[in-house]
Nanobody
Framework: QVQLVESGGGLVQTGGSLRLSCAASGSISSINVMGWYRQAPGKQRELVATIRSAGFTDYADFVKGRFTISRDYAKNTVYLQMNSLKPDDTAVYYC??????????WGQGTQVTVSS
């Protein structure tokens, strides 16, 4: 199995930036895709961005041009650089791993709050 530890959340003003980190441990060799999801109060969890082993990325429309996902393969860590943050970005952000055996693992989540 894979264990995920997230960090970097916090309170930021509109237009500010945050950088989220997610460090993976355990069955590292089984990891195929790493990504970030978020869930705001009263809403369903939604995909933010994903990155695959070859560096291919996918972004939700609402973060394109503002967020950047990256991956440090040596450190088994995925990052989410969030710029130009808006109040609508306020949510709990979850790190996600999809293994080559199509198993999903989730981090505990980190709170991001953007004040207006």
């Amino acid at each position: 199995q894979v264990q995920l530890v997230e960090s970097g959340g916090g309170l930021v003003q509109t237009g500010g930036s945050l950088r989220l980190s997610c460090a993976a441990s355990g069955s590292i060799s089984s990891i195929n895709v790493m990504g970030w999801y978020r869930q705001a109060p009263g809403k369903q969890r939604e995909l933010v961005a994903t990155i695959r082993s070859a560096g291919f990325t996918d972004y939700a429309d609402f973060v394109k041009g503002r967020f950047t996902i990256s991956r440090d393969y040596a450190k088994n860590t995925v990052y989410l650089q969030m710029n130009s943050l808006k109040p609508d970005d306020t949510a709990v952000y979850y790190c996600n791993v999809l293994t080559r055996g199509y198993l999903n693992y989730w981090g505990q989540g980190t709170q991001v709050t953007v004040s207006s």
